[in-house]
């Protein structure tokens, strides 16, 4: 069974910056694709940025692109988000996701991912 685990999420203020965590667990790491996803209250869940398996290819919504950069280290099964010059409209809860094929880069489509963390909170005040 896959595990995402999140964590690194937090409230700080306008043009601060954080690192998100996502943990995974349960398969091969290494193999697949990773992506980031977030919900703002009331809002549809929207696409961040993706990577793929071997870290080749990412792909970054308009809104982020600059500020938000998307790593992993397959060695510690772990993926980061580096999000610099936070604007209040980042405020969301942030999910990691990983499709189910591997060697398999969904990019933006989130019908594709399959496995989801819990989610962190960032909050980004004005």
């Known amino acids: 069974q896959v595990q995402l685990v999140e964590s690194g999420g937090g409230l700080v203020q306008a043009g601060d910056s954080l690192r998100l965590s996502c943990a995974a667990s349960?398969?091969?790491?290494?193999?697949?694709?990773v992506a980031w996803f977030r919900q703002a209250p009331g809002k549809e869940r929207e696409f961040v940025v993706a990577?793929?398996?071997?870290?080749?290819?990412?792909g970054y919504a308009d809104s982020v692109k600059g500020r938000f950069s998307i790593s992993r280290d397959n060695a510690k099964n772990t993926v980061y988000l580096q999000m610099n010059s936070l604007k209040p409209e980042d405020t969301a809860v942030y999910y990691c996701?990983?499709?189910?094929?591997?060697?398999?880069?969904?990019?933006?489509?989130?019908?594709?991912?399959?496995?989801w963390g819990q989610g962190t909170q960032v909050t980004v005040s004005a």
């Open positions: 990577m793929s398996w071997n870290g080749a290819r990412t």
């Open positions: 996701t990983l499709p189910m094929r591997g060697y398999y880069y969904p990019g933006v489509r989130e019908e594709e991912y399959d496995y």
């Open positions: 349960g398969r091969t790491f290494s193999n697949y694709a």
